[in-house]
């Protein structure tokens, strides 16, 4: 174990603190030796501050963000910023004041004016993003020193992901705070202490900054606040229930002086944090393997996801020449621990101070960064880390190869030398730098008249995503006439190559030509050659790749002409339409609105109320299964998984998980004390792989031990033995080697296709082919279960994350051999399932469920993010071959269609997702003549699953092409076909419903009107003929999805209503609160049968032993199907109240009921409670089935 050391030959050494320390949410923590292995977020999350939520682990989804502040020595002042508690090492922030959702504001004290904007704007759904939301805000505010932008808002929340609420109403929530610069909380003094003194919440001083006075800094610790501190705006919230003082910074904090720390962490981890570089360089020195960490963004990626494991960290974060940020005659010279951030906000100011052409590379880069991850990312990440990564699709190092960038390098003897960007770089993840040396700083020269760098990138989005490809681009010119000749120039990509790359041959080629379409001609020939991207090149999208680097260099060649253009006469002009292609992306703030009619039924039903767990979900109170303490005993669970797509198993070698440490347990397929087959409609899967692996990821076994990082590393451990079987691995060689589910064949029919299409009636005939991606479902709380067992194991409980707690209920004595009776899941509420957990998480739980009931221990299974995406598969993919025959005017005939989905290797939901594929093959069209044919293809994935649409979105897909392809046929709109060929009322569907209430033309009309489609489209045309190199399109689609279950006996819901005595009601029902508001509706309900305010109603969990045999909450329909159940339930209360209601004039509801419970009729009390209230067939036929072949 190591220890505090106090490093007395250290040059910067100062008063040294006894032991190493954290403050949270303005609590002092003492961190013990022992765990540098922990992040952030495990430390908070396992003394219970769970409103922090783990959703990626990797920096990607911000739904850990919190807020860290610390005292800047260099700037002399506070600092606030927000970090992904997910990256961050836990002795990361050892001496600074961690902010997390708790500590800004919670139920009982008063929301802080953020949470309650968010709430009040309906800004969150599932919730599991929103501390995370309100993190980053807050963070903003606390660091801005006037009200910010818009713009900056939006930039802020660049790093968190919402995956059900849409961006419009949490923007529409904190937009407000960008509006006026009126006070906090409109009564200054709540933030003063005693004796009348103004505290600053930055510094936690007396100070005068909040009244706008600014003190200048006194490292004596007297008085000191530089930091203004200014309220910012709140004038549109009210925060008047917000009665907390806003946390101040820990006058500690501010007196203590920095100590080099010694500590350790699980496996002998060590970790250091000097103060000098003298001191890196002899740990360099000594462990020359040792890891270099400033942000921990690439490190902790590695160690999570690839799951190496590194001995020595030395954190550099507070090496004072490693973070210098010099600017210079020549250039700036930037520390190789300086975060991106400051990098930024350095080159932002100097743009604004230095001549126009010095900064060129400089607005490129502040370009890039703009780009670059999300803010939480870019507030720790380091230059040198991302430099000394080599990542091949860096964003800034091609940039440093363009614009001439200079590294300095020191050896462990502390001689420094240079090195060109240009030069550094010698293969994937491999640079110019030995065992005994770091990068010191990176020196990026100014640029000099006629010389232009600038950057590019292209990546699937543009906030937070990585490169396809990027580059950095630099010409040097002099003027010649009228003509620029090339003196100097630089061209380097990333993502073509295993390291960022440099076109040799293109730069020789530009140099000494004239800046003319010969030379983009010429030089576009040189970079074909110059640049190969090899066929198999790992990250595919060869030919898109290669068109990025010739497309980049275009559009550098129109922007330098229009550099030039812009201060001297020029030959070549770039053309008014070729501009287009030069503009860079401007964003302007979002901007949206919401309209919806309020009519009222009642007291709430009808009314626009805020979610009802929103006041908690602002919070992080809100409990999610992961957030529930473990109890005492517990185990964590991982799952030993198979590595090949399709094997025989051969042997186990558990013997290194069993003597890993913290292990408890290992268990496979023998072990079921049950039945190993399982599957939601047949058994085709098994619990534990037995005998045969039919994926990756397939669960082979599962191990339990004291930690959840004790379980995985256990897992990792067992290996296994594989006889490797030919696989399928597409939808084509599932279809070509015949490989289908049994029995999933299916066939619709209408009319007569082979009929039409032999008869003259059809003008033309086209086929297509359309393929149809999978997709994640992304639900920002990863699957989570926690199994427990009662009475000695003759009762088992669990608390799950899922859209069906019965089915868990049904997997797990179905597994563990006990009647469902004894088993209970519970599910209070979920972040987020869009079809994801209404059948895989059960076999998770089932699975966690052996370990727990035969030890009889409590067991808890949280996937990370990347287990969860590896073994719970998809949305399916789909491929549709279609035959569609129509007349010369647009009107579509008959429609041949072959439909397959890829089920992966079991059936699960599969066929009924293939059917409601089929049943919307139509979209909203009228066909005569219908035939289609649909198949479950078997491949080696791990089985799709449903997703939001089940099915329909594919099948309307489909459609949708081959409208579109008639339209370029006949040469016209596609909005002309659609419109000719909608179905009406009256029209007899391909499944024999026939359409009532079809509202379809009229709104398609009305929604044409109210848009100005027409408009719209005209504007696009104009602008498309005036624009050569950007394109816009309009579209104007309609749908028609039929919503409930296709298993008719499913659209059936239940309900239990408990009234008390004081007036208010306890609803149970089968459906699951996802987000989507479901026990607000419900609870609406109940409110306005009752007539009582919604405030009265109160819906606490679902639970299998309340509501029993309930159907997932999916298929749309659970709104529809709970809130019947329970306003059923309500009206019987009712009616059985009512010979007392009627008696008098009640001043109350609550008085009514306490009536109905004490008197008697006929001896009998009035049942103030409704049990298992079964709606059934709610939906009644709406649907038929399909046809078996
Ligand atoms: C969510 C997310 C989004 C991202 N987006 C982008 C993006 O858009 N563009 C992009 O280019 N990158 C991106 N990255 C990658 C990463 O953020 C950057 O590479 C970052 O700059 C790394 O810096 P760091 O301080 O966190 O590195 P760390 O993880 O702390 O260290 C990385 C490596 O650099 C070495 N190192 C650090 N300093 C030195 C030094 N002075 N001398 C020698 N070696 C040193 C370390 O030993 C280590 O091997 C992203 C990462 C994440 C997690
Ligand atoms: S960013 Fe940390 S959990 Fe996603
Ligand atoms: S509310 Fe944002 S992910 Fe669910």
């Not at 608390?799 to 997997?811: L, V």
């Not at 025959?885 to 269609?897: E, P, Q, R, S, W």
């Not at 689609?1037 to 007036?1063: C, E, H, R, W």
Request: aromatic content about 8%; some cysteine; hydrophobic content about 40%.
């Amino acid at each position: 174990m190591g220890s505090l050391k106090n490093e007395e030959e250290m040059e910067q050494i100062v008063e040294e603190s006894k032991e190493a320390i954290l403050y949270v949410n303005g609590v002092r923590k003492v961190l013990p030796d022992g765990l540098a292995h922990l992040t952030l977020l495990e430390y908070l999350r396992d003394f219970g501050l769970t409103g922090t939520k783990l959703g990626c682990g990797e920096g990607g989804c911000g739904a850990c963000t919190v807020m860290i502040s610390h005292y800047d020595r260099k700037l002399k002042k506070c600092v606030h910023y927000a970090v992904n508690a997910c990256l961050a090492p836990l002795y990361s922030v050892e001496g600074m004041h961690v902010i997390t959702v708790e500590g800004v504001g919670n139920h009982k004290r008063g929301l802080h004016p953020i949470q309650k904007s968010l709430e009040r704007y309906h800004g969150s759904q599932c919730g599991f993003c929103t501390p995370g939301f309100i993190m980053s805000l807050y963070a903003l505010l606390r660091s801005s020193q006037t009200p910010p932008t818009e713009e900056q808002i939006e930039e802020s929340l660049a790093g968190n992901l919402c995956r059900c609420t849409g961006y419009r109403p949490i923007v529409d929530a904190f937009r407000v705070f960008a509006k006026t610069d009126d006070a906090l909380y409109a009564d200054i003094s709540s933030l003063s202490l005693q004796g009348g003194e103004f505290v600053c919440p930055s510094t936690g001083k007396p100070c005068s900054c909040g009244s706008k006075t600014v003190n200048d800094i006194d490292t004596n610790g007297q008085s000191i606040c530089s930091a203004t501190y200014k309220p910012v705006s709140y004038s549109e919230v009210d925060g008047s229930t917000y009665t907390d003082k806003e946390l101040i910074f820990p006058p500690e904090l501010l007196l203590r002086k920095l100590t080099p720390l010694s500590l350790s962490g699980l496996g002998g981890l060590k970790w250091y944090r000097p103060l000098t570089v003298k001191y890196v360089l002899e740990l360099k020195e000594k462990y020359p393997n040792a890891k270099l960490l400033v942000g921990n963004t690439e490190v902790g990626v590695e160690m999570r996801l690839k799951r190496i494991q590194y001995q020595v960290f030395i954190s550099v974060t507070h090496v004072p020449e490693l973070n210098m940020l010099n600017v210079k005659e020549d250039g700036i010279e930037i520390g190789a621990a300086v975060r991106l951030t400051e990098l930024l906000n350095l080159l932002r100011e100097v743009v604004t101070q230095h001549p126009a052409h010095e900064t060129s590379a400089c607005k490129a880069f502040i370009e890039q960064l703009k780009w670059f991850a999300g803010t939480q990312i870019k507030n720790v990440a380091s230059v040198g880390g991302n430099v000394c990564t080599a990542s091949p699709i860096s964003d800034l190092n091609p940039l440093w190869m363009a614009a001439r960038a200079k590294f300095r390098i020191i050896n462990c003897k502390g001689n420094i030398r240079t090195a060109l960007a240009e030069k550094f770089f010698l293969g994937y993840r491999k640079v110019d730098l030995a065992g005994d040396e770091i990068l010191l700083s990176v020196f990026l020269p100014w640029t000099r008249c006629f010389e232009y760098v600038k950057e590019f990138k292209q990546a699937h989005r543009r906030d937070d995503d990585i490169a396809i490809v990027n580059a950095g681009m630099r010409v040097c010119l002099e003027e010649k006439g009228e003509e620029w000749v090339v003196s100097d120039a630089s061209i380097a990509y990333g993502g073509v190559a295993p390291l960022s790359l440099c076109a040799i041959k293109t730069k020789e080629f530009l140099i000494g030509k004239k800046w003319n379409q010969d030379v983009l001609r010429g030089a576009l020939n040189v970079l074909r050659t110059d640049i190969l991207i090899k066929e198999d090149a790992p990250g595919g999208m060869v030919e898109f790749r290669k068109s990025l680097t010739l497309s980049f260099f275009f559009k550098f060649f129109l922007w330098v002409l229009h550099q030039i253009e812009g201060k001297k006469p020029i030959k070549e002009k770039v053309l008014l339409s070729h501009l287009s292609a030069i503009k860079s992306l401007h964003r302007p703030p979002l901007v949206a609105s919401q309209d919806y009619e309020i009519k009222k039924h009642g007291t709430s039903v009808g009314s626009p109320e805020v979610h009802l767990s929103s006041r908690l979900q602002v919070t992080g109170e809100a409990e999610y299964t992961d957030d529930t303490p473990m109890p005492p005993n517990g185990l964590h669970a991982a799952f030993v998984l198979s590595k090949k797509p399709h094997a025989r198993i051969l042997a186990i070698d558990d013997s290194g998980a069993k003597s890993s440490p913290g292990f408890a347990g290992i268990f496979f397929a023998k072990d079921v004390p049950g039945s190993n087959e399982i599957g939601p409609v047949v058994m085709d899967e098994e619990l534990f792989a037995s005998e045969f692996v039919t994926c990756v990821g397939q669960v082979i076994g599962v191990v339990v031990a004291d930690t959840h990082e004790n379980a995985k590393r256990a897992a990792g451990k067992v290996h296994v033995e594989y006889e490797e079987l030919p696989a399928i691995l597409s939808i084509e060689d599932a279809v070509s080697a015949k490989s289908f589910h049994p029995n999933t064949e299916k066939l619709l029919r209408k009319g007569d296709v082979d009929l039409c299409f032999q008869s003259d009636q059809c003008d033309k005939i086209i086929e297509g082919k359309v393929q149809v991606g999978g997709q994640e479902h992304f639900y920002l709380e990863p699957h989570s279960s926690l199994v427990w067992t009662m009475d000695g194991g003759n009762e088992v409980h669990m608390i799950s994350s899922t859209q069906a707690p019965q089915k868990h209920q049904k997997y797990v004595s179905h597994v563990l051999g006990l009647p469902m009776s004894k088993v209970v899941c519970k599910t209070k509420r979920i972040g987020g399932g869009f079809g994801g957990k209404e059948t895989r998480s059960a076999f998770l739980a089932a699975a966690a469920a052996i370990p727990s009931y035969l030890m009889n221990r409590p067991v808890k299974i949280t996937l990370d993010r990347d287990i969860d995406m590896m073994t719970s598969g998809q949305r399916h993919s789909f491929l549709g071959k279609y035959k569609v025959g129509f007349t010369n005017n647009g009107k579509v005939l008959a429609l041949d269609l072959q439909i397959y989905n890829n089920a992966g290797n079991s059936l699960d939901l599969s066929l009924a997702i293939l059917e409601r594929a089929m049943f919307h093959s139509d979209n909203v069209y009228e066909i005569p003549n219908v035939r289609i044919f649909g198949s479950v293809c078997f491949t080696n994935f791990p089985s799709h699953t449903a997703f939001r649409g089940f099915g329909g979105p594919q099948g309307m897909l489909i459609a949708e092409n081959w409208i579109q392809r008639i339209a370029l046929e006949l040469k016209k709109s596609p909005e002309e076909i659609r419109e000719m060929n909608f179905q009406g009322e009256g029209s007899i569907l391909h499944y024999g419903q026939q359409l009532e209430h079809c509202t379809l033309a009229q709104l398609w009309n009305e929604l044409k009107l109210s848009c100005d489609f027409l408009k719209a489209r005209d504007e696009v045309d104009q602008f498309n003929l005036h624009n050569r190199w950007k394109k816009r399109g309009v579209a104007m689609i309609p749908t028609k999805f039929g919503i409930s279950f296709t298993t008719k006996f499913m659209n059936q819901a239940g309900a239990l209503v408990n009234v008390y005595t004081d007036g208010t009601v306890l609803v149970t029902h089968g459906g699951v609160e996802m987000g989507q508001g479901l026990h607000t509706k419900v609870a609406q309900v109940a409110a306005s049968a009752f007539n009582i305010s919604l405030s009265s109603v109160f819906i606490s969990e679902t639970s299998t032993d309340k509501v029993p045999n309930a159907s997932p909450t999916a298929a749309s329909a659970s709104s529809d199907m709970y809130a019947a159940a329970v306003l059923d339930a309500c009206e019987q209360i009712k009616a059985r109240m009512e010979p007392i209601a009627s008696q008098r004039n009640f001043s109350s509801f609550a008085e009514i009921v306490r009536d109905s419970s004490i008197v008697r009729k006929k001896g009998k009390k009035v049942p103030l409670s409704t049990t298992n209230c079964n709606v059934r067939q709610f939906t009644l036929s709406r649907v038929s089935n399909s046809l078996p072949i």
